[in-house]
């Protein structure tokens, strides 16, 4: 009869428990030129370059900001954005701003995109505007 209280007991308890965890699962959310193009038509994004300033000097996203994935203060940096406002990120290969999405999770950003193959995978076609130094 104790064990039946018990459990009685118990079960209430980890449902309890269970539904005050955070349940908020930021993804991830990988995304063709295409894609980047249509979500910043319809949406109020941050588009952040994570290359470094020679790199983003060259050939960048109009109007991107640019946040070197290699600075001593990218940790300090990305804290100055806006948690809520959807972010794309982009590098060159995908590399950077897949393992800068993933801070950025844990950070408790909500809505993250990152460009599928990063800049050098569309620097060439017609898809993004792009700023390219002359």
């Not at 640019?66 to 300090?76: G, H, L, R, V, W």
């Amino acid at each position: 009869m104790k064990r039946f209280f018990y459990i009685c007991f118990l079960i209430p308890v980890l449902c309890l428990s269970i539904s005050c965890v955070d349940t908020k699962n930021t993804e991830v959310k990988l995304v063709t030129a295409e894609e980047m193009i249509s979500i910043l038509e319809s949406e109020d994004v941050q588009v952040i370059d994570v290359r470094t300033p020679e790199e983003y000097s060259e050939v960048h996203i109009s109007n991107a900001q640019n946040i070197d994935y290699f600075s001593p203060t990218f940790e300090e940096d990305i804290t100055k954005l806006d948690k809520e406002k959807p972010i794309i990120l982009y590098c060159k290969g995908g590399v950077r701003s897949a393992k800068c999405a993933k801070k950025m999770e844990e950070a408790g950003f909500e809505k993250i995109y990152d460009l599928e193959g990063g800049l050098s995978r569309w620097q060439h076609s017609d898809e993004l505007d792009l700023e390219v130094k002359s």
